[in-house]
Each structure stands twice: as C-alpha cells, then as structure tokens.
Nanobody, 117 residues
C-alpha cells in the first residue's frame, strides 16, 4: 500500500490554475504536518508549502500569494490540497507530498505540472 498518493497535475497555460490533491492513508498522518515539494528537471527538490496538523501554513517565497495549501482530516486518512493560481512556466515540475519528519520511503510518485508560456 502506497501511503501517499498525489493527483491533479496536468498541462496548463501561464496564468492558469490547477489544484493538486494528496491522500495520505492511515491514522498516523492525522496528527502530522504534510508538505508539498516540487522538483524541476536538473534542479533539487524544493519545499513549496506545508500545513501542520492544526492548520498552520508556510510557503516558499516564490509561491506566496499564488498557492494555497489546505487539509481535510478523516479518521483514517488526510487529504491535502494545493490550489495553484496564476501559474508560471517556472512552476513546471513534478510535485510531491510528504509527511514531515518521515523517512525516504514515504516519497510517492508525484504528479507532473507543466505550465506553457
């Protein structure tokens, strides 16, 4: 069983919007912060946004004012969303969600976001 599954990526024109979803299965994650990362070709993976179990959020400077992270907690799962507005070509990357503080085996397959100019 894959503990975290990302979805919602796609191809969009600059200025457009996408909403990414991450489903983290298991009660372990309901009390855990979840982060969104991205990795562009030839670049290191970078933190995009994060949300704590109590709803506190943080954002990379490059996405502040354009991206919004949110979460919905259920008994045995957590869904974390990343609303991305006013997308730019430099937002093109594979996006991953990740439970903060967990080991490397918790990285999922990611979802590709491509923004055309």
């Amino acid at each position: 069983q894959v503990p975290l599954v990302e979805s919602g990526g796609g191809l969009v024109q600059a200025g457009g919007s996408l909403t990414l979803a991450c489903v983290a299965s298991g009660s372990t994650f309901s009390s855990n912060a979840i982060d969104w990362y991205r990795q562009a070709p030839g670049k290191q993976r970078e933190l995009v946004a994060g949300i704590g179990s109590g709803g506190s959020t943080k954002y990379a400077d490059s996405v502040k004012g354009r991206f919004t992270i949110s979460r919905v907690d259920a008994k045995n799962s957590v869904s974390v969303y990343l609303q991305m507005n006013n997308l730019k070509p430099e937002d093109t990357a594979v996006y991953y969600c990740y439970p903060r503080g967990f080991g490397p085996t918790y990285w999922g397959q990611g979802t590709q976001v491509t923004v055309s100019s």
